[in-house]
């Protein structure tokens, strides 16, 4: 089972109870501070910054004795968290400590990586890529970054790539994290951008999760509805999980519905919205287009037949249905459950759907979060560094591209627009063909996060494929690199990072970085200046050296857009609160960024993903209102079949992040999970003749993983194993695979491009 029980509870114990003593708060009360702390010995000074382990961002200050980090306690001012701080922000800081830090970069030579100096390591880089670029042209580069980076390390990275080098090839691993949510907005709204606040959590009377697991992966808003739920005016809640996860435990309704159906499920509730007359018709008719068509979409998923193609009960949807059709305050939330799921956007929109049919968005307590997976997700999508043009801005759009040419002061031609940005699975693709011949892959380790991993390995093992690694520690990717360089990591440097709810912190650097470290953002302009990167006049294209002069270059890119920092200053971050952009929520004023010359995409055809055209949006004519977008269901891209007969749910553990390069190197978050697991039901685990705790193998058409069971409520046909266990800790004993990712599949969603990562079949059996 998910165990929270492992240890006795203590004062401020995050690993047995990762959400802490209820602080409960009635409808429109403020919540109470609680300051969480952490330390292992008493801090000299404590320096503000906040939490980089998801995309809650948490405000923390940093407590630094001897020149290192000794602790962290949470920033009562601060919006986000009001104090607190989950397991991963309270004990994940102790892997900027850990003895084996890159700290010298490395070079490989007669096949082996030694280390080597910066001057050494960076000619051997500039050199290469030179004599690509004159032999082979902007597009043999690709670029694919991290989502826990700072934004003044995005920023450089994007002009430097987009600007610069001319190349179309850069996204961020937020692709697999957030692309459905940044998607799933400019469809339903023209652009990106958090419609909600986390404040929206006080306010609200009913909640809506859908494909969410908020207590494990974003521990301190679920303490926050969690302290709504225990409180007066509970707000009443409906799940939408194939997991028994703790917020279905609470559920008022879960709809334990089967991997990949999110779209008929979802389709179900906004009839039932519709047939019961739970639909504000003057807002929507001032506010929105598509109703008809939408209405139609929708009109043939009873909930019986929804049902049937869920493998859920009826009167279970009718019910879901009643209460977030009677509501006055609808928040709802979503995040992988649906983003790397079949039909992810189309499912997002569904979601923006009912909160539009009901009315509820830009008012307290109303509204949605289409959650980031990441810390620092938001900004990788403001500044152009995931599938986008910095600023919001429309690749179709000449207008726009003007726009970033003459900040830039760079011809318009140079910014390659003739499609949209590459997304991260066509890098590697284009990596794989032979295309792209230099890829820098800087803070994240697709050798165990991306789908088919043994196709990825050999995509990265390529002789002809350069691979430059920037990275605080050896990882499963590192080992493939033909240049490593050691970065400095939060706590390390200063810059703002932006989360899920637009609120941007500064982190300020704490202590120096260990050996030879350094920032991505002086890495890569070092890049640069050994490149020669110029602007139309012959001065430097990057024009800035220190964080705060990036953040206010970044500052004019913004200027206007949706995005707008220019109210911003590193001063005014400075200690009190985060600070959101756009204000508490956005379209207070029913008012959407959907005229075609500000709109940041033209939108899709939700179930091919075929990009419209400017003249097709004009036709569509939303001119400000939002738009329902509708979709049928379709079944996934693999089906579970006799010889593979379940669906395999990846996901993630409350004390661990991505592939664990920093939680796996925080004693509390190895101790309270040390090894990967599968979970199945107690039934199927005993047809199948395995016991809680057995070795079980699970294989799919393209690996296998051997793993301990776990019996859990899930629903039958699912089993879950988390995606965070990759190989560098691996005891020497033990040569089994066990990363999730050796099993699932390479398919994207058509309109998003995020990996599907949640309905790959895959049989089990005693291993
Ligand atoms: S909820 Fe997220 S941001 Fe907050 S402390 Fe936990 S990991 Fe860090």
């Not at 429109?28 to 809650?56: F, I, K, M, Y």
């Not at 809506?208 to 509805?225: D, F, K, P």
């Not at 001063?571 to 029913?590: F, T």
């Not at 193998?697 to 776990?710: K, N, Q």
Request: aromatic share 8%.
């Amino acid at each position: 089972m998910t165990d929270y029980g492992c240890r006795a509870l203590a004062a401020v114990d995050r690993i047995a109870n990762p959400w802490g003593a209820r602080t409960p708060h009635a409808a429109g009360a403020d919540w109470p501070v609680r300051v969480d702390e952490h330390t292992e010995r008493e801090p000299e000074r404590w320096v503000q910054s906040a939490c980089v382990l998801c995309s809650n961002g948490c405000a923390l200050d940093i407590g630094v004795a001897g020149g290192r980090i000794v602790g962290v306690r949470g920033r009562e001012v601060d919006r986000v968290n009001h104090g607190r701080l989950g397991p991963k922000g309270l004990y994940g800081w102790q892997a900027n400590n850990s003895p084996d830090r890159l700290t010298r970069p490395l070079v490989r030579r007669d096949g082996n990586l030694e280390e080597t100096d910066w001057d050494t390591a960076m000619a051997a880089v500039v050199e290469r890529a030179r004599k690509l670029l004159d032999e082979k042209g902007s597009s043999a580069f690709g670029f694919y970054i991290s989502g826990q980076l700072f934004l003044e390390d995005y920023y450089t990275l994007a002009v430097l790539a987009r600007g610069g080098i001319g190349t179309n090839h850069l996204d961020g691993n937020t692709r697999l994290c957030t692309a459905t949510a940044a998607a799933s907005l400019k469809e339903s709204f023209g652009c990106d951008g958090q419609p909600a606040s986390f404040a929206d959590v006080d306010h609200c009377d009913t909640l809506l999760h859908v494909g969410i697991n908020i207590a494990e992966t974003q521990t301190v808003t679920w303490s926050r509805m969690l302290d709504r739920l225990h409180g007066a005016d509970r707000p009443r809640l409906v799940v939408i999980d194939p997991r028994s996860t703790p917020a279905a435990r609470e559920a008022d309704v879960h709809l334990a519905v089967r991997n990949g159906t999110n779209v008929a499920v979802l389709n179900a509730l906004l009839r039932e919205l519709i047939a019961n007359g739970w639909v504000d018709q003057k807002w929507v008719d001032a506010h929105t287009v598509g109703f008809d068509a939408l209405a139609k979409t929708v009109d043939g998923y009873t909930p019986e037949h929804a049902a049937e193609i869920c493998g859920t009960a009826p009167d279970d949807i009718r019910a879901a249905a009643e209460i977030l059709g009677t509501g006055e305050r609808l928040l709802s939330v979503v995040l992988q459950g649906v983003y790397q799921s079949n039909q992810a956007t189309a499912a997002a929109c569904q979601v923006n759907n009912l909160n539009l049919l009901r009315g509820m968005i830009g008012k307290p307590g109303c509204g949605v979060l289409q959650m980031n997976g990441q810390p620092t997700a938001q900004n990788t999508r403001e500044t152009g560094c995931n599938g986008d043009l910095p600023g919001f801005r429309n690749w179709q759009n000449p207008r726009h591209v003007a726009e970033l040419a003459e900040l830039w002061n760079v011809d318009p031609l140079a910014i390659p627009h003739y499609g949209p940005p590459t997304h991260a699975m066509q890098i590697f693709r284009y990596a794989e063909q032979g295309s792209i011949s230099f890829l820098w892959i800087v803070a994240t380790n697709p050798a165990v996060s991306l789908p088919e991993l043994d196709r990825i390995r050999s995509i990265l093992g390529q002789e002809r494929l350069f691979l430059v690694v920037s990275d605080a520690f050896m990882t499963e990717t590192a080992e493939f690199a033909d240049v490593v360089f050691p970065a400095a990591i939060w706590g390390e440097k200063t810059g703002t990072f932006t989360n899920a709810d637009r609120t941007v912190h500064l982190s300020e650097q704490a202590v120096e970085p260990p050996g030879e470290a350094r920032p991505d953002r002086e890495i890569l302009l070092d890049f640069a200046d050994g490149l020669g990167l110029q602007d139309r006049d012959g001065a430097p294209l990057l024009k800035w050296r220190t964080p705060e002069e990036v953040f206010e270059a970044w500052k004019q890119c913004s200027r206007g857009r949706p995005c707008d920092y220019t109210g911003i200053t590193y001063e005014k971050l400075r200690g009190g609160s985060g600070i959101q952009w756009g204000g508490e929520r956005l379209y207070e004023d029913a008012v959407f960024p959907t005229l075609p010359e500000e709109c940041e995409d033209y939108g899709h055809e939700l179930t091919t993903g075929v990009t419209l055209s400017a003249a097709e949006f004009k036709a569509l004519d939303p001119a400000g209102r939002a738009i329902l977008k509708s979709a049928p269901y379709v079944l996934p891209a693999e089906a579970p079949r006799e010889d593979y007969p379940f669906l395999l749910n990846t996901g993630r553990s409350v004390y661990h992040f991505h592939t664990r390069t920093k939680t796996g190197r925080a004693p509390e978050l190895v101790e309270a999970a040390p090894e990967v697991w599968v979970e199945l039901s107690a039934d199927e685990a005993g047809r199948l003749g395995l016991a809680e705790g057995d070795i079980a193998a699970v294989e799919s058409p393209r690996g296998r993983i051997e793993a301990p069971v776990r019996i859990t409520a899930i629903r039958e046909g699912v089993v879950f194993v988390p995606f965070h266990y990759g190989y560098w800790d691996r005891d020497g004993g033990n040569d089994k695979d066990r990363a999730a990712n050796e099993l699932t599949i390479t398919v994207w969603d058509p309109v998003s491009k995020q990996p599907i990562y949640k309905t790959a079949a895959v049989r089990v059996g005693p291993a």
